[in-house]
């Protein structure tokens, strides 16, 4: 029985790596030694140039730093206002804090592409589209309800007697939220922005919609001129363009990882 359940471990674990092989192998060809007849064989190794070619045909150095500021400004945003939302309904019983929380969470019942356009209207009335600080609020606004539904989560499982404990030694509400609950919620907070940074650096759809300048646009919609009917790059490019795009999020998991699976057992202590 082990055995039956490890090959079938290896044959899964076999077939979920298999797009990775031929994104790798096929991202490494030369441009001109490409054959859509023979995807699954090496045939050379160009990968450093088609990184290269991507990088400048895609202008990636440009968007590169609006992407980075997205990554890391909304999601930090999002979980000290989903952590300070968490802890008003849960720790200081906000009145009716239940139906604040549905409100919270609310936004995220309908899809994205229904708002896409009211957004879209509203950012070019108001100055926003197409600047770096209407980025960061659209980000923010829609990895704040997560944030709070783990957080929520997360001070429902902290004894009532630390915060009374709290109150008892003189501790203000922003101090007990600043200098004890922040820091015991620390691994379910470094997963949280974890998630919402992968989130907001693999993002296509609002970068599109609500950017178009090189300086302000995020680095997935500038990796799409790559695919342009007319004058695009040859696949090898594109898919190096690609992988090079992905390496980012994969340091982050792999640098991140023991705060990730420690984030993961939410309200364990």
Same mark, same amino acid.
């Given at each position: 029985?082990?055995?039956? +359940?490890?090959?079938?471990?290896?044959?899964?674990?076999?077939?979920?790596?298999?797009?990775?092989?031929?994104?790798?192998?096929?991202?490494?060809?030369? #441009?001109?030694?490409?054959?859509?007849? &023979?995807?699954?064989?090496?045939?050379?190794?160009?990968?450093?140039?088609? %990184?290269?070619?991507?990088?400048?045909?895609?202008?990636?150095?440009?968007?590169?730093?609006?992407?980075?500021?997205? &990554?890391? #400004?909304?999601?930090?945003?999002?979980?000290?206002?989903?952590?300070?939302?968490?802890?008003?309904?849960?720790?200081?019983?906000? +009145? $009716?804090?239940?139906?604040?929380?549905?409100?919270?969470?609310?936004?995220?019942?309908?899809?994205?592409?229904?708002?896409?356009?009211?957004? %879209?209207?509203?950012?070019?009335?108001?100055?926003?589209?197409?600047? +770096?600080?209407?980025?960061?609020? #659209?980000?923010?606004?829609?990895?704040?309800?997560?944030?709070?539904?783990?957080?929520?989560?997360? %001070?429902?499982?902290?004894? $009532?007697?630390?915060?009374?404990?709290?109150?008892?030694?003189?501790?203000?509400?922003?101090?007990?939220?600043?200098?004890?609950?922040?820091?015991?919620?620390?691994?379910?907070?470094?997963?949280?922005?974890?998630?919402?940074?992968?989130?907001?650096?693999?993002?296509?759809?609002?970068?599109?919609?609500?950017?178009?300048?090189? &300086?302000? +646009?995020?680095?997935?919609?500038?990796?799409?001129?790559?695919? &342009?009917?007319?004058?695009?790059?040859?696949?090898?490019?594109?898919?190096?363009?690609?992988?090079?795009?992905?390496?980012?999020?994969?340091?982050?998991?792999?640098?991140?990882? $023991?705060?990730?699976? $420690?984030?993961?057992?939410?309200?364990?202590?």
């Amino acid at each position: 029985m082990s055995r039956l +359940r490890t090959g079938l471990l290896v044959v899964l674990g076999l077939l979920w790596l298999a797009p990775i092989y031929l994104l790798v192998v096929n991202a490494a060809k030369p #441009v001109d030694g490409y054959d859509a007849q &023979s995807v699954w064989k090496p045939d050379g190794f160009a990968l450093f140039a088609n %990184f290269g070619d991507a990088w400048s045909k895609a202008a990636l150095g440009d968007t590169l730093v609006a992407t980075t500021l997205y &990554s890391v #400004v909304a999601p930090v945003l999002a979980v000290l206002i989903g952590a300070a939302a968490g802890y008003a309904i849960v720790v200081l019983r906000l +009145r $009716r804090g239940f139906l604040w929380f549905v409100f919270i969470f609310g936004g995220t019942i309908f899809p994205l592409q229904m708002v896409l356009m009211p957004l %879209f209207s509203g950012y070019a009335s108001s100055g926003l589209y197409d600047t +770096r600080v209407g980025m960061v609020i #659209v980000y923010t606004a829609i990895s704040v309800p997560f944030s709070a539904f783990v957080m929520r989560n997360f %001070f429902t499982g902290i004894a $009532r007697s630390v915060f009374e404990a709290a109150v008892v030694d003189g501790g203000g509400l922003f101090r007990i939220f600043r200098s004890i609950y922040l820091p015991m919620a620390g691994s379910a907070l470094a997963a949280i922005f974890i998630l919402q940074a992968t989130f907001v650096w693999n993002d296509l759809l609002l970068g599109l919609t609500l950017s178009q300048s090189e &300086s302000v +646009r995020p680095i997935m919609p500038a990796l799409t001129g790559l695919q &342009s009917t007319y004058g695009g790059a040859a696949l090898p490019t594109v898919l190096a363009g690609g992988l090079l795009v992905s390496l980012p999020t994969v340091i982050l998991f792999l640098a991140a990882q $023991r705060f990730f699976s $420690r984030g993961l057992a939410l309200g364990q202590f």
